[in-house]
Each structure stands twice: as C-alpha cells, then as structure tokens.
C-alpha cells in the first residue's frame, strides 16, 4: 500500500484565529484508531481534512483502562492501515503501555491534520448543505463529516447506586486502576463481561475478598486443539462475517463480547474455578432493600450460557477442522468444577466486609451534540443506534466509522477498522464536493 500523500497547496486549510480551519472538505470527529485510520486514506486520497479529537491521542486507552490491562486478541491481529504489528510477540497480547505505544506510533505515522484537545459542541447543517462544526476552538465547516468517536461515551451506572451504604466507594470500571486504589475490606463487582471479569480477576489475584454478580454475557476458550482459538476463527473467516447474514442482522451491535484474557500470556476466565478458590458467585443484582442486596435465581442459568456458547465455538472449530482435513490434536472438552447451590442469594450490607463496589455495566452513547432535528428518526433507532449502511448514513456527507458490527465482527477492532475506514474514504472519494464547490455565501 501507497503512504498517505499531503494534500496540494489548493487545498490547504486555513486557521482561525482560535487555532481551528474555518473550512475543510473532510471533518473527522475523534482521534482514536479510527479517526487516525480515516486520515490515513484520506491523505492518502489528498482529500483536506481535519481530525479533531476531545482529549489526547490514546485517551481512552491511557484513561480508561486499569494497569495490568491487555489486549484478548493477539497481537497479530493489530492491524491498522499501513502499520501492522512487527513485534517479536506475534501470538503475545500488549499491555496498557505496549498497546499505547502502538496507536501513538500510528499517530506519528500518519502525521494527521490534528486538533488535540478540541471539543465538538454542535453539529448541525447550513442551508447550503455543508456542516457546520461549533467547537472550542472556533466553527468548522465542513463538505462531510466522519464521526469516529467510538461506542463507549457515558458510563452506565443503575440508579440503586445512590443508595449504597456512604462507607463503600462506588465506581465505575472506567475509573478502575488497581487493587491498592480501593479501601482495605471485600468488593463487589457488578457485571461480568470483559471489563467485569477481568478485574474480579486482578482482585482475586491481589488476594482480595471478591464477590461477582454475574451476568449475560458468553465466554470463549483461549486455546483449543493446538492454536489460539481467535486464529482458527480468523481462518474459519469469522470476522469478516457481515451484520447482514447475522442471524440477529442489525441487532447484532447490541450483542455482548465474549470474555477471555490475554493477561501472562493468555487463559481462560472461567468463573466456576474462581468459585473453588473462593469468588463469591451471585445472579443478576436485582434490588437493594433495607440494607441487602438482592440477586437473581439465575447464577446456574447464565454460567450453564457462558460456557455453551464457549463449548459451540469449538464444535464449530471441530467441524471446520474436519472438513478441510487439517492435522490437530485433538483436545477433550471443558468439564465445569464447580456448580452453584439451589435459590437466590442476598447480602446484608452491614454484616458483610465489603468496602467498594465496581460497576462493569457498561456504556451508553451519547450524540446529544448532533442537531439535526429533521432527520434524528432517519439517523437513530429506538435504542440509540445509529441507523447506516457500511457507515453511510441517510444524510448526505455524514458517515460513522468505529462502531462494533459496522459491517462485520471486525469492525471496531484494531483489525478491521482499517476496512471499514477505507470503504467510507472511497465513497467521499467518490462523491465528494471540494470548497470550490460551496455557493459563494458561504
């Protein structure tokens, strides 16, 4: 592939006096991998453009990650245009830092348009139909408008949160570092998708009393029949399994990661052996009444879940493995160790040592910003999605790029970003309309 080319002195931007272009072709709203892979094709396309990113490059991976994050798919899989992953640990999986170096490599690779520490107020549409940006720094407009902000905008925390004892700290487990950062005592972790379990395990390793209420989401092995098993589904070409032949189709976005760990070196997480060592398992967290906690009847139900799911990859792998004749060894299947007893659990808050609740519950987006009130139903479902096709919306010029099931399971991931970033530059490519263009007011 071609480097990015710098756009020609014709189409050079020009600030205002608040440090912002007063007028580009192309306005990329964030600065994460996403954005940065949209630069990339859009220098590459000499399309002038701008990146505007809220905080740092690697914000949310700097900020919002606990120390001994890493990553659950292997390195290998890091492939962001033009900057594959060309480290000695192939099948390894980066740390927090490993991994920040990486996107603050691509930052410099690219060498984007960028705009740090910028926040987008408004977006909304002139009646010459370009965008108009309203930023900190000063109004943007802009031809088109990519928003590569990604899903995770505001954390979601239930409303029975605020009425925990005062004594225990509650966060979310954006805020999450490391064990020490908690008061001494017990800590209950709400949730358990990727973010849940992986910090119920850093706690447990620290040697932490910790108690689980588990929830919906599946597991997956992380080595099956001789390789990681993210290596036979790339094989098996599950990730470039399109949101149209999903059997959910676009109800895919609101699906659940399965949860793994690439933490030294890589392992299961299976909650059930954390249980023999001590884990308290509870259902789903339910009500807090006078004082106790009340979980759900559904512990058996939703680990009986995780670990079907986690037992049909590998059917799944099985198949694949005997169709195309492949030579593996073979493995017996996972046997749980452990099942819970009969009937619902509760915790009295005053008996029990907890000190500090974590809420792994997860995120809502937010594109309250967007105002484009005539279109809002053209552009959002009822649950907030945003409504496109490969990126594309309804309104002309506007594009989303980053979000989960975009266009495939890859998407999203720092493996396939790159295509969906691609896709949506060759179609302003396409269609684009240059400044020239714009009707003399503006």
């Known amino acids: 592939m071609n480097g990015p080319k710098t756009p020609s002195s014709s189409q ?28 990339w094709f859009l220098k590459e396309r000499g399309i002038d453009h701008v990146v505007i990113e809220r905080h ?9 990650r606990w120390d001994s994050f890493c990553l659950v798919t292997p390195n ?20 927090k830092e490993q991994l920040l170096a990486y996107i603050e490599s691509y930052a410099a690779l690219v060498n984007p348009p960028l705009l740090e ?5 408004r977006l909304s549409l002139g009646q010459d139909r370009r965008f108009l940006i309203d930023t900190t720094a000063g109004g943007i407009g802009a031809a088109h408008v990519v928003v590569a902000t990604g899903p995770y905008h505001l954390p979601t925390i239930p409303p029975l949160a605020a009425d925990l004892p005062s004594r225990w700290m509650s966060i979310h487990s954006s805020e999450y570092r490391r064990p020490s950062q908690l008061p001494p005592g017990e800590v209950l972790v709400v949730g358990s998708g990727q973010s849940g379990c992986q910090i ?7 040697g932490r009393k910790v108690h689980l209420a588990v929830g919906g989401a599946p597991r997956v092995a992380r080595r099956y029949r001789g390789r990681d098993v993210v290596a036979w589904l790339e094989q098996m070409g599950y990730y470039k399994t399109t949101v149209e032949s999903h059997r959910l189709r676009e109800g895919a976005q609101r699906s659940v990661n399965h949860y793994v760990t690439g933490r030294d070196g890589g392992h299961d997480i299976d909650l059930r052996a954390f249980a023999t060592e001590g884990m308290q398992l509870y259902g789903r967290l339910k009500a807090l009444e006078n004082g106790v906690l009340h979980f759900a009847d559904d512990l058996a139900e939703r680990l009986d879940y995780a670990d079907s799911v986690s037992e049909s990859i590998k059917d799944s792998i099985d198949a694949f493995i005997e169709a195309a004749g492949i ?20 915790l009295d808050s005053e008996r029990s040592g907890i000190s500090a609740v974590i809420w792994a519950t997860g995120f809502r987006r937010d594109y309250s910003w967007i105002d484009l009130p005539e279109a809002s139903e053209a552009l959002f ?26 266009y495939t399971w890859g998407s999203g991931r720092l493996s396939g970003v790159g295509a969906d970033a691609e896709h949506i530059c060759s179609l302003i490519a396409a269609h684009h309309r240059t400044k020239s263009d714009w009707p003399e007011s503006a």
């Not at 290998?76 to 740390?95: I, K, S, V």
């Not at 520490?117 to 107020?121: A, E, R």
């Open 76 to 95: 290998w899989q890091c492939r962001l245009p033009g900057h594959p992953y060309e480290g000695d640990d192939p099948d390894g999986f980066m740390n």
């Open 327 to 346: 030579d593996a060894p073979t493995e017996a299947r996972y046997t749980p160790v452990w099942t819970p007893p009969p009937g619902a659990r509760a």
């Open 381 to 406: 479902d009822s649950f907030g999605n945003v409504r496109h096709s490969r990126g594309a919306t309804a309104i002309s010029g506007l594009y989303f790029l980053g979000l989960p099931w975009l």
């Open 56 to 64: 740092r490059v690697g914000h949310q991976w700097r900020e919002h």
């Open 200 to 206: 119920a395990e850093d706690l447990h390793l620290a």
């Open 117 to 121: 520490g910028v926040t987008v107020q």
């Open 12 to 39: 050079a931007i020009g600030p205002t006096a608040a440090g912002a272009p007063s007028d580009v072709t192309v306005a990329v709203i964030g600065g994460g991998q996403a954005g940065l892979s949209a630069s």
